[in-house]
């Protein structure tokens, strides 16, 4: 039975939900392991920072030496791996980082876990998992009247992020199929919910309307994305986690395809419901609306295929783009204190936030 998971980038948004969900919903220890960049907060784990089976290290997975000393110490059951640079803008401005922490890292991590697995008893060697979680933006993008990536979609990534995240997934299977490293693989849509940086589509647009500013839209709106809750992502990675075949790649997505504008226009009608007296003088937040220059290499849809884990793993979202998205916007009306600590130390309204 598994009992110690190591949880890298759990101060991140999909990893703080993870951590938290492991903490209220299981039994397990959890060690968080981060290196607390621009994206990652402890403040996002505030609610479980005193619960007696979570730990915290704040470490960078290119540390290999500080790596093997955390699993000897803690001596894991799994590895959920989430530890990762992820926004495309940032990726054409700065590759190298993302090289550095999504490959080289990703590397660091695999042989500091093939090194431990390999000393394990027996009967500890045949419960370990190395649970990679990579994105959709591995397959590349997909013409209107194409069918959704599934998992054996062949790899076309289009900007240096997606192609970093394409060669970690490359170098997880080959540790699987060369030194026998017990890994999953699991490839999820967009996903949005609390807790998430502002640069990202759904925040970043919530708050600069929220504070009165321009809601800057790439091109003319129209690239599709497939928008999954995180909290029903987290759902999904505990799941493969419990039951998932070692080897098997699963494709999560929340079955929801949404052209960007109208995920801004949707943002702006629910606050138009929420905030009676509007920055500005505005009479709607549909106003703030501008489009400007599409960046480099744009993908123009997304979409996955999601039946495997349906078939195999009985996984489904529990929530829909809207009832989602009502709830996040919720979230980030009621926890001013948690975004404007960001805003106020190492992010600008002003850059575009268009994932």
């Not at 607390?36 to 619960?51: E, F, H, R, T, V």
């Not at 540390?63 to 093997?68: D, I």
Request: hydrophobic share 35%; proline share 4%.
């Amino acid at each position: 039975m598994r009992n110690r998971i190591i949880v890298t980038g759990g101060a991140g948004f999909i990893g703080s939900n993870l951590v938290r969900y492991l903490c209220s919903k299981t039994e397990y220890r959890v060690l968080n392991i981060d290196k607390l960049a621009y994206s990652g907060s402890l403040n996002s784990l505030k609610d479980i920072q005193n619960c007696p089976r979570y730990n915290f290290i704040n470490i960078d997975i290119c540390s290999k030496e500080l790596l093997e000393k955390s699993f000897r110490d803690f001596m894991p059951d799994a590895v959920i791996h989430l530890a990762a640079e992820s926004h495309v803008d940032r990726s054409i401005e700065n590759p190298l980082s993302f090289v550095n922490t999504n490959i080289i890292g990703t590397f660091n991590l695999l042989e500091v876990s093939r090194k431990y697995w390999s000393s394990l008893p027996k009967d500890k060697k045949n419960i370990f998992r190395f649970h990679h979680v990579s994105t959709d933006e591995v397959y590349g993008d997909l013409n209107l009247d194409s069918k959704p990536f599934n998992e054996e979609t062949r790899y076309e990534p289009s900007s240096p992020y997606s192609a970093s995240k394409a060669s970690s997934d490359h170098l997880v299977r080959s540790w699987f199929r060369t030194y026998g490293l017990p890994i999953l693989i699991t490839n999820c849509s967009n996903n949005y919910g609390p807790y998430q940086h502002p640069e990202k589509l759904i925040p970043h647009m919530t708050l600069c309307a929220m504070t009165g500013k321009n809601l800057p839209i790439y091109g003319d709106g129209n690239q599709i994305r497939d928008w999954l809750f995180v909290e029903d992502h987290v759902r999904a990675i505990y799941a493969v986690l419990q039951s998932g075949q070692i080897g098997e790649t699963y494709n999560i997505g929340g079955n929801n395809e949404i052209r960007n504008i109208d995920i801004v226009k949707n943002i702006c009608k629910i606050l138009d419901n929420q905030i009676a007296i509007k920055p500005n003088k505005l009479k709607k937040f549909e106003d703030l609306i501008i489009f400007v220059k599409d960046r480099p290499g744009h993908d123009k849809r997304y979409a996955v295929d999601s039946n495997k884990i349906y078939k195999d793993l009985s996984w489904k979202p529990k929530e829909n783009f809207n009832s989602g998205l009502k709830k996040t916007i919720s979230w980030y009306l009621e926890n001013e204190e948690w975004w404007q600590k960001i805003l106020n130390k190492n992010y600008n309204l002003e850059r575009l936030g268009n994932k």
